[in-house]
Nanobody, 117 residues
Framework: QVQLVESGGGLVQPGGSLRLSCAASRLTFSMYIMRWYRQAPGKEREMVASISTAGDNTNYADSVKGRFTISRDNAKNMVYLEMNSLAPEDTAVYYC??????????WGQGTQVTVSS
């Protein structure tokens, strides 16, 4: 069974940085588009960033452009989200997902990010 495990969340002050990691197992990682989503209390889950299978194409939500960077290491089955200039509105549970055409979408359990002074 495919497993995605996020880590790196925590409490950070406004203006601070965090790096989230997602470890994938039991899938052909290099064949999957990887995405980071987040869900704040009372809000719908939104996509934050995505990265192509080879890592050569990335997309970001307007709200995080210029502050967040998604990357992947296909040799290690890892995807990362570098988050800078964090603001209270970035507070949410962050999830990674793996998607492959005809194979479906898999989700991790999420990691909490809280931005507060």
């Amino acid at each position: 069974q495919v497993q995605l495990v996020e880590s790196g969340g925590g409490l950070v002050q406004p203006g601070g940085s965090l790096r989230l990691s997602c470890a994938a197992s039991r899938l052909t990682f290099s064949m999957y588009i990887m995405r980071w989503y987040r869900q704040a209390p009372g809000k719908e889950r939104e996509m934050v960033a995505s990265i192509s299978t080879a890592g050569d194409n990335t997309n970001y939500a307007d709200s995080v452009k210029g502050r967040f960077t998604i990357s992947r290491d296909n040799a290690k089955n890892m995807v990362y989200l570098e988050m800078n200039s964090l603001a209270p509105e970035d507070t949410a549970v962050y999830y990674c997902s793996a998607e492959r055409f005809r194979y479906g979408v898999y989700w991790g359990q999420g990691t909490q990010v809280t931005v507060s002074s």
